[in-house]
């Protein structure tokens, strides 16, 4: 992603609108789906990926649901 508007010491994370619509993820581009780029987080994003690998799978789906409707009308 372009920093034009912040200095290179800040980190900035890609922007969750339109998720679903900008597989694949990460670095190498190597995730494929949004369950496997949410298990991959790590640093800060632990914590937040450790509660969704032990949530219910009830509940990973609906995150999942959730974000699937973030698309980017054409
Ligand atoms: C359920 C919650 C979250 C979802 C669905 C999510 C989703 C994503 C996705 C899809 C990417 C890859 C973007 C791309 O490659 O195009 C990403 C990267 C990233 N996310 Fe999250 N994220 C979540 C929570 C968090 C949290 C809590 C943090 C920080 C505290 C975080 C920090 C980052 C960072 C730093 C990257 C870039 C990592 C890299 O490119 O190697 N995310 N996230």
Redo the contacts with the bound molecule.
């Keep these: 992603m372009a920093q034009r508007f912040v200095d290179r010491n800040i980190?900035m994370?890609?922007e969750?609108w339109g998720?679903a619509s900008?597989p694949p993820?990460?670095?190498r581009n190597d995730l494929t789906t949004?369950d496997e780029?949410?298990r991959a987080?790590g640093?800060?994003?632990r914590d937040?990926a450790a509660r969704?690998k032990s949530a219910a799978e009830e509940d990973r789906s609906a995150?999942i649901a959730y974000?699937k409707t973030l698309v980017i009308e054409q």
Excluded: K, N, P, R
Aim: charged residues 5%; hydrophobic residues 50%; proline residues 0%.
């Design positions: 980190f994370t890609a969750l998720l900008t993820y990460g670095h949004i780029v949410i987080h640093g800060d994003a937040s969704y995150l974000l």
